[in-house]
């Protein structure tokens, strides 16, 4: 039996290391519906720096991509550790470079036939997809899981470059399906590099980090710039995500909280690299508890002090921090030097255990720094 370990502190900077290309990115595992549709497209289009008529084409790509997985999805009659392969989602944006990536189980049986579907799909010309689609449309030939064949024509056509999928098994019933769209916005310029060719882009890629999340228990990242914008649709990314779990119900509100603050350090209080407030969010489960981590750039000149703050606010005591909170409170400064603010005492009363975090030196000017709080 497969043990999964949790996403420890030290994973916050592997993962943003991993994704260093994007400019943004937003992965999700759990269970599909069109509320969550309606969150992840608002989490993208308030992310990337791209024109309407762009946004549009990778909404309708988003929307298309979630209605194949829900065409073509299986669930086992019975989960266990061995074959609990919760549906997968992850959007990037890479210069003018973006990438759709999905994984769903399917069932053995239903394997050849879609393989032989998108092989097919990938040798036909861009008008000879036209044509197909036209045909398709004209003859209604509407397959019996609501025009699934449609669909995948409609993503070639847009995306202009191959469907890139593949197949793992999980069991003599089941295997994952993976797929990766991949098109470029001609707009903003620069070299076009297939996903085939980058290896940090390719589906592989995608493989590589489903199978780290899942082993990870982590259920959803977003890296990239944190304007104050990009807050409230994660808010709603994180409540679709969590709406279903039971033993998350008596402890939303404070959820909410701490994510709110998390964000908003990272869009306040990180170093601004390149004009842009960088940095990494995710939500992980530990057992019957759930883990909200961040990571953002800071400069290296105010590390140890920063440091010795969360030294000592987190080595105290409830009564010390009922005193230093009422303190904070009726400051005028609402920041007294030498201690944390309000947010850090809020963090560190609602978490189930000791708050963690650490920090990576990059390089002369800036260090990378992890925080976790457990709910």
Known sequence: MQLLKTMEIEDIYTYFKNLSIDDFSLAYMGDFDDELTSSLMEANETSINEQAKFKKKISFLVAESFQNIIRHKEKPEVINRTNNKPNFFLIRNVGNQHYISSCNLISNTK??????????????????????????????????????????????????????FDFEFVNFYYSSFYMQIHFTSSERGGEIIPSTINKQCNIHFVKD?????????????????????????????????????????????????ILIELLQNISKHGAKINDKHEGFFAISKKKEKYVLSS???????????????LDTTTNLNETELKELYTKIILSEEQNIKGNAGVGLIEMIKYSSEKIKYSFTKIDEEKSFFSLSVTI
């Open 209 to 257: 980090l489903y199978t780290k999340m899942l082993g990870e228990s982590v259920l959803m990242i977003r890296k990239g710039d944190f304007s104050q914008e990009s807050i409230l649709p994660l808010i709603g990314l994180l409540e679709s995500n969590l709406k279903t779990q039971s033993d998350f119900l008596g402890s939303k509100t404070k959820t909410i909280y």
């Open 295 to 309: 990571g953002n750039y800071i400069h290296n000149n105010i590390v140890e002090s920063f440091k010795q703050k």
């Open 111 to 164: 394997k050849e036939d879609l393989s032989e579907k998108l092989k097919s799909i990938n040798t036909l010309s861009e008008e000879r997809l036209k044509e197909v689609y036209l045909d398709a449309l004209e003859n209604n030939e509407i397959s019996e899981k609501g025009g699934g064949g449609l669909g995948l024509i409609e993503m070639a056509r847009k995306s202009k470059f191959p469907l890139e």
